[in-house]
Structures are given as structure tokens and as C-alpha cells.
């Protein structure tokens, strides 16, 4: 079975500070992993995916996340958040691509 | 190609209704998938198109939803006797048959049931 846990529902971090927004997954085979963000009536955006290539995975905006294999993490982080990062983030994990699996969001607040 | 398009983008409808939505993938993705996300919630799978094959409805709610992708382009998602825990928004998302490319999302039908 697969899912993911999102170990916080909101973060908030001043504009210029780095953010890390944490993912766990539980899945019984080498899963794909997704971060998607979700700005206020806006479609979901893929930020970065990792598919068993390198486990530093870069994304758009300057987000990048690592999988890390013995944690059962990806978190992702950015050095400097701005304020048009302030948006519902989702993690997201899949094993055959027919199904994604999301977290119930991580809600980022960027404080001028 | 603009990405995927949904139609309508809001919808309020009474109890007991049917409403039907529509979802208009990128052209050359074969994939179509329905996905129902609650207010704050991730989004929830329902069901998926390969071409016009739906290869995964079990995940649909329940009978009163029905999918159907006859040509294998647009998709329509049908939901009958509307009830209040319906209210959602519904999302489309259409890839190409490679779990590496990930998603694209549609910008969803926000359902409301009165």
C-alpha cells in the first residue's frame, strides 16, 4: 500500500528565510515522488519529481527535494522563500503512475 | 495547446440533481484521470482513461458516479441525485503513459450541492 504523510498542516517562515516542508511515504515498491503546489484557484503545478534517477532532485522556483531511501523521506526545501511562494503544497506518491497517492497539504505562509 | 480545460469551473446545483462535467486533456496525452479533492484534503483518486478504456473505476464513491471518455479525447464525469457531501472540487489530469512525466492538472469544478 502506498501513502504519505505531510508532518505539518502549516508553515510559516519570513520572506528571505529557507523553507522546509517535510513528506514521509510508505510504499511497497521503489515508488515515484511528487511535490505539486496549488496556488488559490489555480490547478495543481508539479514542482519536482524524483523517478530512481539522482536523489537530489532540483524543481522550478528553486525548490529541490532529496529522497532519502532509509528515512522514507522527501522533504522539499528552498534557500530564500518569496512572497509568491505562499500556496498549498502536496506531496505525492505513486508506484505504477496509475494512481497518485497525495498528503493532505502543507499550507505555506510567507510573512513579509 | 493551452493544457487541460475544465468545464464548468464552478457549479451549484440542488440536492437530488444530476450535474455532468467536462474535461478537455492535452491532445496528445492518451492518460485521463478524475480526481475529487475536499476542503482540506489532498486530492482523492476516482477513476482513470487509457484512450476510451477505463481501466480503474473502483474508486468512484459510489454508483450515483459515472465517467466516460467515448472517443478517447474529452472525458465527462457525471454525478446523479446530487447530494450535500458531493460539494468538492473536482479535478482532471491527463499524462502521457510514462509515470515519469507526472501529472498535468486541470484548474477543477468547484461543486456545491444546496
Known amino acids: 500500500a502506498q501513502s504519505v504523510t505531510q508532518l505539518d498542516s502549516h508553515v510559516s517562515v519570513s520572506e528571505g528565510t529557507p523553507v522546509l516542508l517535510r513528506c514521509n511515504y510508505s510504499?511497497?515498491?521503489?515508488?515515484?515522488l511528487f511535490w505539486y503546489v496549488q496556488h488559490p484557484n489555480k490547478g495543481l503545478q508539479l514542482l519536482l519529481k524524483?523517478?530512481?534517477?539522482?536523489?537530489l532532485v532540483k524543481g522550478i522556483n528553486g525548490f529541490e527535494a532529496e529522497f532519502k531511501k532509509s528515512e522514507t523521506s522527501f522533504h522539499l526545501t528552498k534557500p530564500s522563500a518569496h512572497m509568491s511562494d505562499a500556496a498549498e503544497y502536496f506531496c505525492?506518491?505513486?508506484?505504477?503512475?496509475?494512481?497518485?497517492?497525495f498528503g493532505t497539504g502543507t499550507s505555506l505562509t510567507v510573512i513579509p | 495547446d493551452t493544457g487541460v480545460s475544465q468545464d464548468p469551473r464552478h457549479k451549484i446545483t440542488k440536492r437530488g440533481q444530476n450535474v455532468t462535467f467536462r474535461c478537455d486533456p492535452i491532445?496528445?496525452?492518451?492518460?485521463l484521470y478524475w480526481y475529487r479533492q475536499t476542503l482540506g484534503q489532498g486530492p482523492e483518486f476516482l477513476t482513470y482513461f487509457q484512450n476510451e478504456a477505463q481501466l480503474e473505476k473502483s474508486r468512484l464513491l459510489s454508483d450515483r458516479f459515472s465517467a466516460e471518455r467515448p472517443k478517447g479525447s474529452f472525458s465527462t464525469l457525471e454525478i446523479q441525485r446530487t447530494e450535500q457531501g458531493d460539494s468538492a472540487m473536482y479535478l482532471c489530469?491527463?499524462?502521457?503513459?510514462?509515470?515519469?512525466?507526472?501529472?498535468?492538472f486541470g484548474s477543477g469544478t468547484r461543486l456545491t450541492v444546496v
Open positions: 491532445s496528445e496525452h492518451n492518460r
Open positions: 510504499s511497497s515498491y521503489s515508488p515515484s
Open positions: 489530469a491527463s499524462s502521457l503513459v510514462d509515470r515519469a512525466d507526472g501529472y498535468t
Open positions: 524524483y523517478t530512481s534517477a539522482a536523489t
Open positions: 505525492v506518491v505513486s508506484n505504477t503512475g496509475n494512481q497518485f497517492y
